[in-house]
C-alpha cells in the first residue's frame, strides 16, 4: 500500500459530479497524492438511508470503511461531502456504541475496528501543506473574489467532524488566497443549499441558493469555490431557476476546489472538466488570471471609534 | 481503665427509622469500657446534651461517643456540652449512623448490626484518645484585599472603619473595577459612577487604607493571622508624591490610536493615561508597550531616560523643579507586607470574542458586548453617551440583544447561568429607548431570571413602558449584508423563523473568571472550580471563607454576580475578618501532625506532599551550633490536619494529633 490513499468516489463522483472526479484525479499527481480506489465499494447511502433505517444508515459506509481496512489504508478520502459525513458519522458511532458495531459486523460480514482515518478533500490538502500546494502552481490567479462556500456537512456535527471552525471556516479560504484569489467575507458559508431536495422541493431549493447567491455577490464574489456535490449541483444547476423565480440574473460560476487548484497548476479546462458546468464556468477561469486593472483610491472613511481589534 | 459513654440519636425518624436505636445502646452497653449507653429522639436538643453532661459528671466519664450525624455537622455541639462537663473536648467522637448508615440502608436488621459495629469503633478510637489544648497564634490585625472594583472598596471600607489597617492592592492604574465601567445600574436606573466614585474617593482619603494600585500580588506566604505578601509595583514613570493629576501629559502624548481597555476597545487612548476623568488616584502611567520613547529604547537596547525620542509627556509637565514625569522609574518594584487577613475580589471577565463565529463577534464591528454597550451608553463614554454604532457613527434604528451568549451553553462549555445579563439586557432595552425615541429594541431570551429585590417589575417595566420586543429563542446566525447586520432566530413560542435588519447587535456574553484568577489561588492555596471560579468553605453556611483559614471571598470571583450580592459579600467578608481581629491570639484545631525529630529520615515526602507548605525543613544544632542533622517540622499555625504527610512518612515518624496509627488500627480491630 505505501502511502496510497484509499480513494472512496462514491456515487456522486460517477454522475453528476463527474468533473470533480477528473479534477481530483488530475491534480492529485501533481502534488504527491497517490490515490487507490477502494475495491468493490458501495453507495454510502447518503441522505436517503439515514432517514429510513439507521442500521441501513451505518452498515453502508461501515462496509466501506472495512474494506478499506481490509486492503490495508491508512486513511481514506471522500471527495463528497456527504460521503465524508457518512463515513465520519458511521466511524464515530461504531466506536462509541460496541454492541452495534458487533451487530453491524454481523451484517457486512467483515470485521470494522476504525482503524481507517477518513478525511474530507480540504483535510487531504491541508496535509499536503499550502507552501506546497503554493509551490507547485505554475500560475497564480490575480485577485479574482472568490466566496468560499462549505455547506453544512463539511463541518458539522463539529463535535464528530473536529474540522475547522464550524461557524467561521477558514481553511478552503486559506487554500484559495494561496492560489491568488481573493475570497470573499460573507455571512453563509455554513447555511444549507437545501440538499438532497433539489428534485423533490425544488422550491425551497431555489429559496436557499437565491440567498446564497445574493449575499455572496453582495460580498462582492463573481464565483464560487465548494467541496461537494450537493452544493455544485444546486448552485449551478439551479440557477437558472433561480433567475426565472425570482427575476434576478444571476451568473455566478461554480467550481470545484480542485478546479480551481487545477488552473493554477497548469491544467487545461478540458482536462478539469469545466466543460461540464451548467453556468459558464470556462469563462471565468480565463479571467481569474487576466491582468486586474489598477485599484481605485478607495475615499477615506472615518469611523467614530477604533472598533473591536481584539 | 476507660470509662466510655455512649448516646444514641434517633435524629427524630432519619435513624430511627432505620437502626433500631435501643438495640445499638443495649449491645454498646456490652463492649468492653463502655459504663453507660442511652438512645434519645434528638441527641442535639438542650435535654439532649444535658444528657451527656449529667453522665460524663454521674458515671466520671473518661470518653463520650455520640452516634448520630455526621461530625460536619454537630461535632462542636457535642464537645462543647461534654468539655462544659468538665472533660477535655477532644474526648468526644461522634460515630455517623445517619449518612453513612440510616440514608443509605433500607433492611432495618441488617442496618442495626452496622451502626452497632460503627459504635464499636468509636468506643475503641476514644479509649486511646488524648487530651488535647486548642493552639494560640498571634493575630497580626492588617488586612489584605486584592482588588479594587466595588467588592473589594467594599471589604476595605468596611475593616478600616472597623479600625484596621487595609492593604488594597490593584491590578489597572486606577480602582475602580467593572462597576466604573457601568452607564446606569439596574433596577434603579441610577447612575453608576454617581454611587461609586464617592465610595472611591472615601478609598484614597481614608487615613487606614493603604493603596497600591498598577500593583499585582507576587508571593503570599505565612498561615492565618501570619501572613506575609509580596507585592509587585508596576514601573509608573511617573512620581506619583508629587504628580498633581493635571492632564497636561495625557494631552500631549502623540500616541493617541491605543485602544482603550477601559472603553472596551472602542476608543482611543494615550501612552501616558489615566483610565477615566473620575481615576482614583488620578495619576497617570505610562504603559510602556506603547510609549513611543520605551519602544525606541528597546529597540536601541537603551534605557528609557537616555533615550532622546519624543518626551512631549516631559516638556508639557508643569511641575518644577522636578518633573513629575519620570523615565528613570522604568523598573517594577516590590514591597513586603504583613497581614493577618486577605479577601480576593479579583472579579470577573467576559467571554473571549473568539468563541462566536456565528454571531460574527470580533468581526463585524457593529456586534458589541454588554459592557462595550454600557461605554456607548455612558456620559464618560467614547461617544459622550450619544447612541452611536462603532463601524459609522450612525443612530442605531433597529438593535437587537441576544441573551446567553455562552451562557447555559454546554457547547461553549459554560452550563452555568451569568446571573446578570437578563437584568443588564432589560436596562439595555430601556437605556437604549430613552436616547432612542423612535427606535425598536429585540431581545431574543430563553428565560428571563429576575429574581431579586424590585427585580421583576424592572423587566416588565422594559416591556409594558418601554417597548421592548421580547422573543422568547434563540438566534442561529448573524451575518453583515451592506450596512445591516441579518440576525436570524427562532421565535419558539409561535414556532416562526425570525428574520431581523439590525442596525447594532449586543451580546449578553458569559461572565467568566478572570484568567490570572488561577494562578493566584495556587499561591493562596485556595481551591476553584472546573471554570475556575473560587470556591467557599461550603455552598450555603460559608460562603465567604475559602478552605485555607484567613483567606475570604467576595464578589464575581466565586461566581456570576449583581452589584447588591457583591457588596452583601463584601460585607460579610469584612465582618469576619473583623471577628478575627477581635482578638490578639487565634485558636486553632489542635489536631496538627507532629514530627518524631529522633526517626525522621530527612526524606522530605512530608514536605512534597503538603498542600499547605506547612511541613518544613528544620536544621538541628549542637550546643555550639554545628549542624547535627535535618529534620522535618510542623508549622501549628499552617497544619490543617489533613494527614497527608502522616500517610505519605515511610519512616511512621509524622503522626496525626487525634488521628493516631494506634488509634485507628483500633479501629480496624474492633470491626
Given amino acids: 500500500m505505501g502511502n496510497a490513499i484509499g480513494f472512496f468516489p462514491g456515487c456522486s463522483l460517477e454522475g453528476t459530479a463527474a468533473e470533480y472526479r477528473l479534477s481530483f484525479e488530475a491534480i492529485a499527481p501533481k502534488l504527491g497524492l497517490q490515490l487507490e480506489e477502494i475495491e468493490d465499494w458501495n453507495c454510502c447511502g447518503a441522505t436517503a438511508a439515514h432517514n429510513l433505517n439507521h442500521k441501513l444508515a451505518v452498515a453502508l459506509p461501515a462496509r466501506i470503511l472495512a474494506l478499506a481496512e481490509k486492503a490495508g489504508y ?9 460521503c465524508s459525513h457518512r463515513l465520519i458519522v458511521t466511524r464515530h458511532e461504531l466506536a462509541e456504541n460496541p454492541e452495534l458495531r458487533k451487530e453491524i459486523e454481523d451484517i457486512i460480514e467483515m470485521p470494522c475496528r476504525g482503524t481507517v482515518q477518513v478525511k474530507n478533500i480540504l483535510q487531504v490538502l491541508l496535509e499536503v501543506g499550502i507552501d506546497k500546494i503554493a509551490a507547485a502552481c505554475t500560475r497564480k490567479m490575480t485577485g479574482i473574489k472568490v466566496a468560499c462556500y462549505y455547506g453544512c ?5 463539529p463535535k464528530i467532524m473536529q474540522f475547522d471552525d464550524a461557524e467561521a471556516p477558514q481553511s478552503m479560504d486559506k487554500i484559495l488566497a494561496a492560489l491568488g484569489a481573493k475570497p470573499v467575507e460573507w455571512g453563509l458559508k455554513t447555511e444549507c443549499c437545501g440538499g438532497g431536495f433539489s428534485m423533490s422541493r425544488t422550491d425551497l431549493v431555489c429559496k436557499m441558493t437565491r440567498d446564497l447567491l445574493e449575499d455572496a455577490s453582495a460580498a462582492g464574489a463573481a464565483a464560487f469555490a465548494v467541496a461537494c456535490p450537493m452544493c455544485q449541483s444546486n448552485l449551478d444547476l439551479r440557477q437558472h431557476n433561480v433567475n426565472a423565480a425570482y427575476g434576478t440574473a444571476y451568473r455566478m460560476p461554480v467550481l470545484y476546489i480542485t478546479q480551481w487548484l487545477g488552473l493554477c497548476l497548469g491544467l487545461s479546462a478540458k482536462e478539469l472538466g469545466l466543460d461540464q458546468h451548467f453556468v459558464n464556468a470556462a469563462e471565468v477561469a480565463e479571467k481569474a488570471f487576466a491582468t486586474p486593472p489598477a485599484p481605485a483610491r478607495k475615499p477615506a472613511q472615518a469611523p467614530v471609534a477604533a472598533g473591536n481589534k481584539e | 481503665m476507660a470509662r466510655v459513654g455512649v448516646f444514641i440519636c434517633h435524629c427524630g425518624e432519619n435513624i430511627g427509622r432505620t437502626v433500631d436505636c ?6 454498646a452497653r456490652k463492649i468492653r469500657g463502655v459504663v453507660h449507653a442511652v438512645d434519645y429522639k434528638y441527641m442535639c436538643s438542650s435535654p439532649g446534651q444535658n444528657m451527656i453532661r449529667d453522665a460524663i459528671r454521674q458515671h466520671k466519664l473518661t470518653g463520650v461517643v455520640v452516634a448520630a450525624c455526621s461530625p460536619r455537622m454537630h461535632e462542636p455541639t457535642f464537645r462543647r456540652a461534654t468539655a462544659e462537663a468538665g472533660l477535655n473536648p477532644f474526648l468526644c467522637e461522634m460515630a455517623n449512623i445517619r449518612e453513612h448508615c440510616s440514608w443509605v440502608h433500607e433492611d432495618r436488621a441488617a442496618a442495626t448490626r452496622k451502626a452497632i459495629d460503627l459504635v464499636g469503633v468509636m468506643v475503641e478510637k476514644v479509649k486511646r484518645n488524648q487530651p488535647l489544648l486548642p493552639i494560640r497564634v498571634p493575630v497580626t490585625r492588617r488586612a489584605l484585599v486584592i482588588g479594587g472594583g466595588i467588592a473589594g472598596i467594599q471589604a476595605a471600607l468596611d475593616i478600616a472603619n472597623g479600625g484596621h489597617e487595609v492593604i488594597l492592592v490593584e491590578r489597572d492604574a486606577s480602582i475602580g473595577g467593572h462597576m466604573a465601567q457601568l452607564s446606569e445600574t439596574f433596577p434603579t436606573l441610577d447612575c453608576s459612577q454617581c454611587i461609586l466614585t464617592p465610595r472611591m474617593v472615601e478609598v484614597a482619603q481614608h487615613p ?4 497600591y494600585v498598577y500593583s499585582e500580588v507576587e508571593a503570599v506566604s505565612g498561615f492565618i493571622g501570619n501572613f506575609e505578601v509580596k507585592i509587585r509595583r508596576k514601573a509608573t514613570s511617573v512620581d506619583s508624591s508629587i504628580c498633581t493629576g493635571c492632564g497636561a501629559c495625557q494631552a500631549a502624548c502623540p500616541m493617541a490610536k491605543i485602544p482603550s481597555e477601559f472603553n472596551r476597545n472602542l476608543g482611543p487612548r494615550k501612552a501616558i493615561y489615566s483610565p477615566f476623568p473620575q481615576a482614583v488616584p488620578n495619576k497617570p502611567v505610562v504603559d510602556q508597550e506603547n510609549c513611543l520613547r520605551y519602544k525606541t529604547a528597546k529597540k536601541k537596547g537603551t534605557k528609557a531616560a537616555e533615550t532622546k525620542v519624543c518626551g512631549k509627556c516631559l516638556e508639557a509637565c508643569p511641575i518644577a523643579p522636578k518633573k513629575a514625569v519620570d523615565f528613570s522609574l522604568c523598573e517594577d518594584t ?17 467571554l473571549p470574542m473568539n468563541q462566536f463565529g456565528e454571531y460574527g463577534y470580533g468581526k463585524y464591528p457593529d456586534v458589541i458586548d454588554g459592557l462595550q454597550f454600557e461605554r456607548l451608553a455612558s456620559a464618560s463614554g467614547p461617544t459622550q453617551g450619544a447612541m452611536k454604532r462603532p463601524s459609522d457613527g450612525k443612530e442605531p434604528k433597529e438593535i437587537v440583544f441576544i441573551q446567553c451568549a455562552g451562557s447555559r451553553d454546554n457547547a461553549k462549555g459554560i452550563p452555568y447561568c451569568s446571573k446578570i445579563c437578563c437584568m443588564y439586557t432589560a436596562k439595555h432595552t430601556m437605556l437604549y429607548k430613552h436616547k432612542v425615541h423612535d427606535g425598536r429594541a429585540t431581545v431574543f431570551y430563553m428565560d428571563v431570571r429576575a429574581a431579586g429585590k424590585n427585580y421583576d417589575e424592572f423587566w416588565r417595566r422594559a416591556v409594558e413602558v418601554d417597548e421592548a420586543n421580547y422573543i422568547r429563542g434563540r438566534v442561529s446566525k448573524v451575518y453583515q449584508r451592506g450596512d445591516k447586520l441579518i440576525v436570524k432566530g427562532v421565535d419558539t413560542l409561535s414556532g416562526e423563523l425570525v428574520e431581523i435588519n439590525a442596525d447594532l447587535v449586543v451580546l449578553a456574553t458569559a461572565m467568566v473568571a478572570q484568567p490570572k484568577t488561577e494562578h493566584l489561588a495556587q499561591r493562596l492555596s485556595i481551591g476553584y472550580d472546573a471554570h475556575k471560579f473560587l470556591s467557599e468553605a461550603h455552598p450555603k453556611l460559608r460562603p465567604v471563607e475559602t478552605n485555607t483559614a484567613g483567606v475570604f471571598l467576595a464578589g464575581a470571583c466565586q461566581a456570576p454576580k449583581d452589584i447588591p450580592d457583591t457588596v452583601a459579600q463584601a460585607s460579610g467578608a469584612a465582618s469576619k475578618i473583623q471577628g478575627l481581629f477581635s482578638s490578639q491570639e487565634l485558636e486553632r484545631d489542635p489536631t496538627i501532625a507532629h514530627v518524631n525529630e529522633t526517626t525522621c529520615a530527612a526524606c522530605w515526602y512530608c514536605v512534597d506532599v503538603c498542600p499547605y507548605q506547612a511541613t518544613q525543613k528544620k536544621e538541628i544544632k549542637d550546643r555550639q551550633g554545628k549542624l547535627v542533622k535535618m529534620v522535618a517540622t510542623v508549622n501549628e499555625g ?8 502522616a500517610a505519605t512518612c515511610r519512616s511512621k515518624s509524622i503522626e496525626l494529633d487525634g488521628f493516631k496509627d494506634e488509634q485507628i488500627c483500633a479501629e480496624i480491630m474492633a470491626l
Fill in chain 2, 638 to 645: 499552617v497544619c490543617q490536619g489533613c494527614g497527608l504527610c
Fill in chain 1, 153 to 157: 456537512l463539511l463541518v458539522r456535527p
Fill in chain 2, 208 to 211: 487606614r487604607i493603604k493603596l
Fill in chain 2, 22 to 27: 435501643a438495640a445499638v445502646a443495649e449491645a
Fill in chain 2, 334 to 350: 516590590f514591597v513586603t507586607e504583613k497581614v493577618g487577613a486577605i479577601v480576593v475580589c479579583t472579579g470577573f471577565d467576559l
Fill in chain 1, 74 to 82: 491508512q486513511s481514506v478520502v471522500a471527495p463528497c461531502a456527504a
